[in-house]
């Protein structure tokens, strides 16, 4: 055991404590209440691809509620969404493509080697011959990144990325 | 003494080469599963901090003069009945023995077949968590263990004499299994065979056997409780459930109160550095200052001294994860040389008696960085067990079963992993202030020493935060 400590410094009851405690976890409270309001927009990385639209939403004022109704919808895939392999490569190395959960996600592959390619988590395959097409198109239900892949080379050709909305 | 182990590390080597010698087969260069998090939003970032600044503010106002932690008793829940360890113990082996065939036998596409999966995510990432809600059950549930404690008990009745163990030698310590732990961690994650199955099984056959030899040497508890990676690792996180698997009884504690009894010899800090470490590395690779900054311009220079492609990028991920763990391990030391400013010990002695307060930061890394994993991968085990070798068979009619990614959205997922970061922070505090008032006499100095611990508490949570928000990110 320890030799009694020399109480000369602080005797805070057992009130006092839980008192701190708790105004400790208001203030938490608060600060969350704040922090989530003042940047409510749903995360949107700045990658290399283009981002579907990223208008700058005019919002009045921060309001602490998802903003489902605020997301426009997208109307056609941009014409950047095109994967050329060259090589067993991605021509462009692998890019993100970024999207925002319950949006269409919609890319094409060119590839100039036969191979499968494997959208992870979503789990869809397609066959690619050399010189082919692979087109997807298709709602982004869940949230993550995931690697799409020449399966049978195991070369990553680029990222979806789906944000919550 | 010499003979023995000269024994061992010939056995080891010869395992080694073994698994070496079965390797040199190409695997791929992914993951597991193809998913990854998505990076922490900044709002919950900040909050994040907020919340550990809070959280470390208080526990400095709220400090109590006593220790709280230390001398804890403990409550008798159950028996446990000797059947039950049988039990268990067959389980562990049969279930090894499972995941070995499946490896060896099975397809080697790593997601098609029980081993990996089994492996990263319900042994590796499963144990820590499970540990840490009900106490030491990998205790009773190891294979090599059961094995060894089976042999013993029919060598016994057959009255064939068992040669009492040799002394365990202190200096080695809990230094296999730091090393234990560092080699899992490279081929998880530098080693690029790391999802075929069959080097898996290899490795696990490698890893049993060391220990059946470690223990024949040392004797079963000794070596367990020093040598044994998984089995030291697993303990370290049971040291802080509420539960307690005591001989022949279950006990119930106040949480984290197992922790302070951790017997530190040498080789433990190393032992949470690489834990800590390792994961941080993980989550640190998959970030963008990693993949796009550092990586090409190592991978460049290995492949200009004449390496291959693969190897030089083993070589460049073997740096980053040295680098992870010497990067923790200078983290702890500096906050040690800090509190040794206090006076009366040294800091060796101090990094000995502080060590338990990183076990909370250490299982809050494995939750941050592997929840997901476990909450979406850990499904695959539904229709793996099905069908084990991945040929299409379905023994228990789950085969066609899918991971279902709706269970959980990633907004929850980050609430998860915040929470966990700063509740490891908040426990960690916890038993360093508690260990403090034990060292120190006074309270002041208990208190002028826990300025630093804290400077190493917030430094942890800052790295762990920093390091979701920056996983691929850019």
């Not at chain 2, 390797?23 to 901090?49: M, N, S």
């Not at chain 2, 499946?102 to 042994?123: E, H, K, R, W």
């Not at chain 2, 549930?141 to 060598?155: C, I, K």
């Amino acid at each position: 055991m320890a030799s009694p400590p020399d109480d000369e410094t602080r005797s805070l009851t057992g009130t006092q404590r839980a008192l701190l405690v708790l105004a400790a976890l208001g203030v938490l409270l608060v600060a969350f209440v704040v922090i989530r309001g003042g940047e409510d927009q749903p995360h949107r990385s700045a990658s290399p691809a283009p981002a579907t639209q990223a208008p700058a939403t005019s919002e009045p004022a921060p309001v602490p509620t998802p903003d489902h109704e605020a997301q426009p919808e997208p109307e056609s895939p941009p014409v950047e969404r095109t994967i050329r392999v060259v090589g067993g490569q991605p021509s462009a190395g692998a890019r993100t493509l970024t999207f925002v959960k319950g949006e269409r996600v919609a890319f094409e592959v060119v590839s100039d080697v036969a191979d499968e390619i494997h959208v992870h988590g979503y789990d869809l395959r397609k066959d690619v011959a050399p010189g082919a097409t692979a087109r997807y198109a298709f709602k982004a239900t869940i949230e993550g990144r995931f690697e799409i892949e020449l399966e049978n080379a195991g070369t990553l050709i680029a990222t979806l990325e789906v944000a919550p909305s | 003494m010499s003979r023995g182990r000269l024994r061992a590390v010939a056995v080891a080597a010869a395992v080694a080469g073994l698994a070496i010698a079965v390797l040199p087969e190409v695997a791929l260069a992914h993951g597991l599963v193809g998913r990854q998090d998505l990076p922490i939003p900044r709002w919950l970032f900040a909050w994040g901090a907020a919340a550990v600044l809070v959280v470390s503010f208080v526990a400095l106002a709220v400090l109590w003069p006593r220790p709280r932690l230390e001398d804890t008793s403990e409550r008798p829940l159950a028996r446990v009945p000797a059947a039950l360890e049988v039990l268990c113990g067959a389980l562990g082996v049969a279930a090894f023995a499972a995941v070995v065939y499946a490896g060896l036998a099975g397809t080697q596409s790593g997601a098609a077949n029980l081993a990996p999966t089994v492996i990263y995510v319900l042994f590796w990432v499963g144990l820590p968590v499970l540990s840490a809600l009900l106490g030491d059950v990998f205790a009773a549930f190891s294979p090599w263990r059961a094995l060894a404690r089976a042999t013993a008990w029919v060598a016994g009745r057959a009255g064939a004499g068992v040669p009492a163990p040799m002394a365990y030698p202190a200096a080695l310590g809990r230094w296999p299994a730091a090393l234990g732990i560092l080699a899992f961690a490279w081929v998880e994650l530098v080693y690029s065979g790391r999802d075929d199955p069959s080097t898996l099984a290899l490795l696990a056959l490698a890893y049993a056997a060391i220990q059946l030899v470690g223990m024949s040497l040392y004797g079963i508890n000794a070596w367990t409780r020093n040598a044994d990676a998984f089995a030291v690792c697993f303990h370290l996180f049971s040291l802080l459930s509420p539960l307690h698997w005591g001989a022949r009884t279950l006990f119930a504690r106040p949480p984290l109160s197992g922790a302070p009894h951790l017997v530190v010899g040498a080789g433990t800090v190393a032992l949470l550095c690489v834990m800590i470490g390792t994961t941080s590395f993980d989550g640190f690779s998959q970030g963008r200052l990693w993949s796009s900054q550092i990586v090409p311009d190592l991978l460049a220079r290995f492949v200009d001294l004449g390496f291959s492609q693969q190897t030089a990028l083993e070589l460049t991920f073997t740096i980053g994860l040295l680098a992870a763990v010497g990067f923790v391990a200078g983290l702890y030391r500096l906050g040690v040389m800090g509190m040794r400013s206090v006076g009366g010990h040294g800091a060796v002695d101090l990094a000995g008696r502080f060590v338990h307060t990183l076990i909370p930061i250490a299982l809050a890394y494995v939750v941050a960085h592997y929840f997901s994993l476990l909450a979406y991968q850990g499904q695959a085990v539904a229709f793996l067990v099905s069908d084990p070798l991945g040929d299409g068979s379905d023994l228990l009619g789950t085969a066609s079963a899918t991971i279902d990614y709706g269970v959980i959205g990633a907004t929850s997922i980050w609430y998860v992993q915040v929470a966990a970061l700063v509740i490891g922070h908040a426990a960690g505090l916890t038993l360093a202030h508690d260990r403090a008032l034990v060292v120190y006499r006074r309270v002041r100095d208990a208190t002028r020493s826990q300025y630093w611990m804290l400077a190493v508490m917030v430094a942890f949570t800052s790295l762990g935060l920093f390091l979701l928000s920056a996983a691929a990110q850019e």
